[in-house]
């Protein structure tokens, strides 16, 4: 065996000790299991705060329900107030009621500061507790936890995973493969950026693994109190009135409502109060005075949404393309080109459904290559869309269109649209070149598009209305906070913002 | 043809079977849901009974020509713990229990010196918490028997009811007129 050799398999056989070790240390580490009390509605002496209760009952993995818990639990203990107008619970409005909140935990004062950010003076719907993006909402959130976190530990009631040292030497640990590697493959005579490369490699999914598992875990007491409050889950579970209490219910359960969330029982109450990056398509506004619900529709289909003229004029351009591309092929077109020739040929038809596919795609494809919009898949699709031509030929199929001089009627039916369409590009960049509109409101939402290229949805509330369509923000326009209140010129046949001015941030 | 029709009706008795057993089960978890949560009732009012002997006494030292007072709230734990009381009666002698702790505890403001006792004021904390405690017991109590009427009131409760006997009505543990609190109304 040689060195190289030696050196790649002693990495490997380090991979196989330090996933033993990991797998010990997971197994040493695990939460013992809980031994849930009997059934009962005491809280027992100094309870845990509703926020702790969740983490508990989520296992010490997460804190899901915790902040809408926290929130029933201030409105139990006065903070807040939770009122229901109507039938509908979604509709419920929850209010401050300046009560004295000097004694709150970090994770109570964050809830009672998000719903004062959004509530103010006057209250707010529920809905609109809701973060209006992911990013603001996962930060928020884990901000939240940490808090949660600490008072658990606090109470004797959660620890982290692994013990400092043992982290660390499982971190150190986990590059020795990487490093065995690269010297292997600097002694095998590959370069500098393969031995790196190499190196690291093996290293990303180990470091994947530690990161996943880091975290907490349960001491004896927490243990014990989980035990009691599964025991309270249990007594709320076996009372099916309480599953479906609304928020507002608070008024008459008390605490008993935000412990059932923590808990998971009171799964309306739960899902209502949604700290999270809440609905894209239903967002509630005050911008105009009142607060109601927005409905935003995002034209991710519209044809030449947020384009600029060069762009439309392109597109236009790649659409008569492909209509006047399409009829030369129709009128071209000859049944001969199907028919097989030479010496020992029979004229029979040779894959005329092949014939015809490539033509079509191959027109399609020049209409891709004008449109900028060829990519690395392209000729993939492209390859895929001959097979249905294809497997018509095998079975006989399209010979007789082959054989017809002129337009068939899906040719004729393709020309008329996307003769349609170039000319629907050419209104559309007519149109962008006019004076843009102002519009002012605040920003609902800001969506990002899975293509960075594309231009990002805006959503405005301008105050006029309970319906928008999103705007078109350029990709290299700076981001704009949701809640701002901005002035935008805009080009209403695009949706294209032109320019944005944030009047108050 | 017979094997298809044959095998449609197996299926169908089988399931018809499968919510009959279902919904008899439910019946039987709600019933026992009740008597639970009575029992929970039991053991807070029991907790507030043992400690008017002590709240009694403390008063006695300082209060001792209130005997009308004290005597009235003995009285009343007397009838309450008396036992073989059906459901809306020991709900009235909690009530008037109630009532009478109110009086004596109403006492304190007569006598500063029995206020300050921190004794007293102790026994006076742990029976506020121990009546909060069976108000939230009664609100369980209240919502079990409520879930119990409305499975024994639909269909097909209404008809398994009877199959298994030990199906009844369950009376509501009430608040009497003296301990409802006035209801605060608010316009949103």
Not at chain 1, 67 to 85: F, N, W
Not at chain 1, 450 to 467: M, Y
Request: net charge positive; charged share 20%; glycine share 10%.
């Amino acid at each position: 065996m040689t060195f190289e050799a030696e050196l790649y398999w002693s990495g490997a056989g380090l991979i196989a000790l330090w996933l033993a070790a990991f797998g010990i240390a997971l197994a040493a580490t695990r939460n013992g299991a809980v031994e849930a009390a009997p059934a009962t509605q005491e809280f027992g002496p100094e309870p845990e705060s509703p926020a702790v209760v969740a983490l508990l009952a989520n296992r010490w993995r997460s804190v899901d329900r915790a902040a809408a818990a926290t929130l029933l639990d201030l409105a139990a203990r006065g903070l807040l107030e939770l009122r229901q107008p109507a039938d509908d619970p979604a509709h419920s409005t929850v209010h401050l009621t300046g009560k004295d909140a000097a004694d709150l935990t970090p994770y109570e004062r964050r809830v009672l500061a998000r719903v004062a950010e959004r509530a103010g003076e006057t209250g707010a719907p529920i809905g609109a507790i809701a973060f209006r993006g992911e990013e603001r909402a996962k930060a928020w959130n884990g901000a939240l936890r940490q808090e949660i976190v600490v008072e658990a530990r606090r109470r004797g009631l959660s620890r982290t995973r692994f013990a400092p040292l043992l982290a660390t030497a499982l971190f150190m640990t986990l590059f020795a493969p990487g490093a065995l590697f690269g010297v292997a493959a600097v002694s095998g005579g590959h370069g500098i950026r393969g031995a790196l490369a190499v190196a690291v490699l093996p290293a990303l999914p180990l470091m994947w693994l530690l990161a996943r598992s880091l975290g907490e875990r349960a001491t004896p007491r927490g243990l014990e109190r989980a035990g009691h409050w599964a025991g309270v889950q249990a007594w709320l579970h076996a009372h099916e009135e309480f599953a479906p209490l609304p928020p507002a219910a608070v008024t008459v359960w008390d605490r008993y409502l935000g412990y059932g969330t923590a808990l998971g029982v009171t799964s309306r109450a739960g899902r209502l109060l949604g700290f999270d990056a809440g609905d894209k398509r239903r967002v509630w506004s005050s911008y105009g005075g009142t607060w109601r619900p927005v409905r935003i529709r995002y034209p991710r289909l519209r044809p030449g949404f947020g384009a600029t003229t060069a762009r439309l004029l392109q597109l236009a351009c790649a659409a008569g393309v492909v209509a006047v591309g399409l009829y030369l092929f129709a009128v071209l077109r000859q049944p001969d080109w199907a028919v097989t020739t030479g010496p020992d040929a029979d004229h029979s038809l040779r894959r005329p459904g092949l014939l015809l596919s490539a033509g079509w795609v191959g027109i399609a494809l020049l209409g891709v290559l004008v449109a900028g919009r060829f990519g690395r898949w392209t000729l993939f699709v492209a390859f895929l869309a001959l097979m249905p031509g294809n497997f018509g030929s095998a079975h006989g199929w399209l010979g007789h269109a082959m054989d017809r001089s002129g337009l068939l009627v899906g040719e004729t039916v393709a020309i008329v649209s996307f003769g349609a369409l170039a000319a629907y590009y050419l209104t559309l960049a007519v149109l962008e070149r006019r004076a843009p509109h102002t519009v002012t409101g605040e920003v609902l939402r800001m969506e990002p598009r899975r293509r960075e290229s594309a231009p990002r949805f805006l959503a405005l509330d301008t105050g006029d209305a309970d319906r928008t369509v999103a705007w078109a923000l350029p990709p290299e326009a700076p981001a704009v906070a949701p809640g701002s209140v901005v002035r935008l010129a805009v080009s209403p046949a695009t949706r294209a913002v032109r320019s944005a001015d944030v009047v108050t941030g | 043809m017979g094997v298809i029709v044959g095998g449609i009706s197996a299926v169908l008795i089988a399931v018809l079977a499968w919510w009959l057993v279902r919904t008899y089960n439910r019946l039987v978890r709600l019933r026992n849901q009740t008597q639970a949560s009575w029992a929970q009732i039991d053991v807070q009012l029991k907790r507030r009974h043992e400690l008017i002997p002590n709240l009694v006494e403390g008063a006695r030292g300082y209060a001792a020509h209130e005997r009308a007072t004290l005597e009235a709230v003995v009285a009343a734990r007397g009838v309450a713990t008396g036992g073989g009381l059906g459901i809306v009666d020991q709900a009235a002698a909690e009530d008037a229990l109630t009532a009478s702790l109110g009086r004596l505890l109403a006492l304190g403001e007569n006598y500063p010196q029995l206020k300050a006792d921190r004794h007293f004021a102790t026994l006076q904390e742990e029976l506020t918490t121990a009546e909060d405690r069976i108000a939230y017991a009664r609100q369980f109590y209240n919502s079990a028997v409520q879930s119990y009427h409305t499975a024994l009131e639909s269909f097909p409760g209404n008809l398994l009811a009877g199959l298994g006997g030990a199906h009844g009505r369950k009376e509501y543990f009430e608040a009497g007129a003296v301990v409802q609190d006035a209801v605060q109304v608010r316009f949103a």
